[in-house]
């Protein structure tokens, strides 16, 4: 079997569809799958043709601010698959790009679109872009849809997707990768981390701007008394640029970045909170860290938070109807709160800090939450299970098409 993958941005690039895209290719290949992606990308220094865990990738310069570069970045994708397409089986895009859907149908190759976040790509959000009923008519141009939650589920189903095309998948986590070290190999790493034994780590993972949330956790964090304050440490891991995953620069970026710095001058967390940056190996941080904070305003199935609980952290997360509240369990996986209510929030902050056996016992029933529910192996196994009914589905109707046409042409001589 022979899939094609597609991102708007790929490894070494900072995305979480790309980081989940690419876990699931990797378990994929290790299944007989031969997988290859195709990818865009703003830097010039990135290689055309790469590889990256045995994962080949092409990647295709695209300039954002050109209409002509845009016009000619989609060109040359549509010209790839066209070209390449009696060697692809199925195209598999992350997230949902029109250009890709309307080569594939020209190719005559099936596709399927996961939906990687909420009032972004689902197709409400589609729906509500310029020219989105055009839009909307070459969404469906996709075999099947994939929603990772219930209420991007319940936004195909709003917008009118069919439903035998709507397909629930969650999200996978390489569970035998990502898994808590044993006290002794902790302590190391923490020590190696500069991290002080008596210190409380809070840990979140995701690029710096308004919808992941920071300013709100920071006001939460604010409302802890000083004793409390003094135990713990903030670590926020991801890119701080002014330039988000798509390669272009995101209005009031750079305002949010410097509103954050100047609210932890504001309320004296200097000494709390330490930006980490884009790290490319995330999970020593999780295996680090006592608390996984999850204080986003918007997403898709936080990829993030799935990995902090495979590697034993509890988790206190924004309440988002329909994504968190799928994952986590108040009070047996972590906790649930309003992130914009800084004291609630404080309260969930607390439980943890002050109870190291609930932190444990949480932490240790998180990880048997997602050995039994996101194994990347059986996610992968679910997708292999679509890809091929598709195909052969797709192969079927060919046979068909081609026994009509061949009746028809005996039944007119």
Known sequence: MRILMTHWVYLPEYSGAALQGHRLAQELCRSGVHVQVLTGTHDPKLAAHDEIDGI??????????????????????????????????????????????????????????????????????VLHRTGGAAKFKIFNFADAIIATSQVLENSCKTSGVPREKIIRLPNGVDHERFKPLDAAA???????????????VLLTVGTVNYNKGLDALLRAIFQLDHAMKKRIRLWVVGPMTNRDCYGTVEAGYEHYVAQVKSMISEYFLQDIVQFKGQQENVMDYYQAADIYIHPSRKEGQPNAMLEAMACGLPVIANLLPGITDEIL?????????????????????????????????????????????????????????????????????SLKLYREIAKQNWQNE
């Open 56 to 125: 080949g990738i092409v990647r295709k310069a695209r300039e954002v601010y050109s209409t002509l570069g845009r016009i000619r970045y989609w060109c040359e994708l549509d010209q790839f698959i066209h070209t390449h397409r009696s060697r692809i089986d199925l195209i598999h895009t992350h997230g949902f790009h029109p250009r890709i859907n309307i080569a594939a149908r020209r190719a005559h190759v099936p596709v399927i679109t996961k939906i990687t976040n909420l009032s972004v790509d689902d197709p409400v959000a």
């Open 186 to 200: 902790r302590e190391k790493k923490r020590a190696a981390m500069h991290v002080a034994r008596e210190k409380i």
């Open 329 to 397: 369990q108040t009070g047996r996986y972590g906790y649930l709160a309003n992130v914009e209510n800084p004291r609630q929030f404080a309260a969930a902050i607390r439980v943890l800090v002050n109870n190291r056996f609930l932190r444990v016992r949480v932490g240790e029933q998180a990880r048997e939450h997602i050995m039994a529910n996101y194994s990347i192996k059986n996610v992968a196994q679910q997708y292999l299970s679509l890809y091929s009914s598709i195909i052969h589905k797709g192969v079927f109707d």
